[in-house]
Nanobody, 113 residues
Framework: QVHLVESGGGLVPPGGSLKLSCAASGIIFSHYAMGWFRQAPGKQREWVASINSNLDTHYADFVKGRFTISRDDANNTVYMEMISLKPEDTAVYYC???????WGQGTQVTVSP
């Protein structure tokens, strides 16, 4: 059973930066495409970015040019570096393998003056 632990969230002002981490266990990490998702208050969870085992990356239009997803297969970790953060980026951020329906506890990102 996959276990996911997200970290790195926090409170930052508009224009600020954060780097999220997600440690995975219980799977052969390098075999899986990984994704970041987010859920803002009162909204549905949405896909943000993904990276496959060949390091191909894809981004939602609303984060292109601002967020960068990466992975470290040696440490079973996926990252997301976020710059130029906007108030509308405020949400709980989650990671998971794209082909497995299992979620961690998420990490809160709040962008506010």
């Amino acid at each position: 059973q996959v276990h996911l632990v997200e970290s790195g969230g926090g409170l930052v002002p508009p224009g600020g930066s954060l780097k999220l981490s997600c440690a995975a266990s219980g799977i052969i990490f390098s075999h899986y495409a990984m994704g970041w998702f987010r859920q803002a208050p009162g909204k549905q969870r949405e896909w943000v970015a993904s990276i496959n085992s060949n390091l191909d990356t894809h981004y939602a239009d609303f984060v292109k040019g601002r967020f960068t997803i990466s992975r470290d297969d040696a440490n079973n970790t996926v990252y997301m570096e976020m710059i130029s953060l906007k108030p509308e980026d405020t949400a709980v951020y989650y990671c998971k393998p794209l082909s497995i329906n299992s979620w961690g506890q998420g990490t809160q990102v709040t962008v506010s003056p």
